[in-house]
């Protein structure tokens, strides 16, 4: 178990939105301990836990809202502070999503560094898988196995000479976050192009930050970063979704055609069976209803 920590200094960044369009601000700012992880939109204003009740859509990405005020595509910055082990922090952002930069967690990471990471006086706790837990949801399937530690073993399968089907498996630390899963980026097919933008979506997206695959295989003139990079940002969405849990998980999450819908359904659903988990704080136990009755 390890000590809670936040950024030393504020940091900022400005980009566009990948499913709105819009231009916004994003500043990341120290919290105290045991406060968890805040989004403010400063524009509204409006205060919105980074939690999986907050969740009021999963169309192409994560949003999180409240009271009608929401924040779309929170969970690559989500994946760069939960993959830093940054627990405490204030996310203000003067738009209604945060900016999509080059469409991985990569630049996010650069903040957190550049802004400095602070150990807080305080053990962080976390959610301990004890037993199997599966879950279903559609053609999709998320099971979690108890584990000494973090891993997610994760595979997709899109009829996409592109893709295919691919499969990694990985114990996940702020090491191999950094370098195998928070540089991959977006993707997406010219094909959906015109469905999205119909219905509101992929307004800011273009070949700078999402890999474009058309009939004939990637449009992208940079080419890919890694040969599995489509499996490797899957891996970093479902590390941002996850992260909406509250807690980080020890144990091994083996996830098969999820998406931010099944994601956080999992979740809910984990949740809902207190026998399968326990939250250890200060290497001891703590009750599990106490929890559900404090963040369900």
């Given at each position: 178990m390890r000590f809670q920590r936040t950024i030393k200094k504020s940091i900022s960044v400005e980009g566009i939105?990948?499913?709105?369009?819009?231009?916004?601000?994003?500043?990341?700012?120290?919290?105290?301990?045991?406060?968890g992880i805040t989004f403010v939109r400063t524009d509204k204003p409006m205060v919105i836990k980074a939690h999986v009740g907050s969740v009021i859509d999963t169309a192409f990405a994560t949003t999180v809202g409240q009271n009608g005020v929401k924040i779309r595509t929170v969970e690559h910055i989500l994946a760069a502070l939960a993959g830093l082990g940054?627990?405490?922090?204030?996310?203000?952002?003067?738009?209604?999503?945060?900016?999509?930069?080059?469409?991985?967690?990569?630049d996010f990471i650069s903040l957190v560094l550049k802004a400095?990471?602070?150990?807080?006086?305080?053990?962080?706790?976390?959610?301990?898988?004890?037993?199997?837990?599966?879950?279903?949801?559609g053609h999709s399937k998320i099971a979690v196995f108890p584990h000494r530690?973090?891993?997610?073993?994760?595979?997709?399968?899109?009829?996409?000479?592109?893709?295919g089907e691919q499969r990694l498996s990985m114990d996940i630390n702020e090491e191999s976050f950094t370098r195998e899963i928070a540089p991959a980026r977006t993707f997406g097919f010219v094909k959906d192009?015109?469905?999205?933008?119909?219905?509101?979506?992929?307004?800011?997206?273009?070949?700078?930050?999402?890999?474009?695959?058309?009939?004939?295989?990637?449009?992208?003139?940079?080419?890919?970063?890694?040969?599995?990079?489509?499996?490797?940002?899957?891996?970093?969405?479902?590390?941002g979704d996850f992260s909406l849990l509250g807690f980080p998980i020890y144990g091994h999450i083996v996830a098969s055609k999820s998406g931010h819908a099944t994601n956080v359904k999992f979740l809910k659903k984990l949740l809902s069976f207190p026998d399968a988990w326990d939250i250890i704080v200060e290497e001891e136990r703590a009750p599990s209803s106490a929890f559900l009755q404090i963040n369900t």
């Open positions: 939105g990948l499913h709105t369009g819009v231009q916004s601000r994003v500043t990341i700012n120290p919290a105290a301990r045991d406060s940054i627990d405490n922090a204030t996310i203000e952002v003067d738009g209604p999503e945060i900016p999509i930069l080059d469409g991985s967690a990569t400095g990471i602070a150990k807080q006086g305080k053990k962080r706790p976390y959610l301990r898988i004890l037993r199997p837990f599966v879950f279903e949801d530690g973090s891993r997610i073993t994760y595979s997709i399968h899109f009829h996409h000479h592109g893709i192009i015109e469905y999205l933008r119909t219905n509101g979506l992929a307004k800011g997206g273009s070949l700078d930050n999402a890999i474009i695959l058309g009939d004939n295989g990637i449009l992208n003139a940079t080419g890919l970063r890694f040969k599995d990079e489509f499996v490797r940002h899957k891996i970093l969405d479902s590390i």
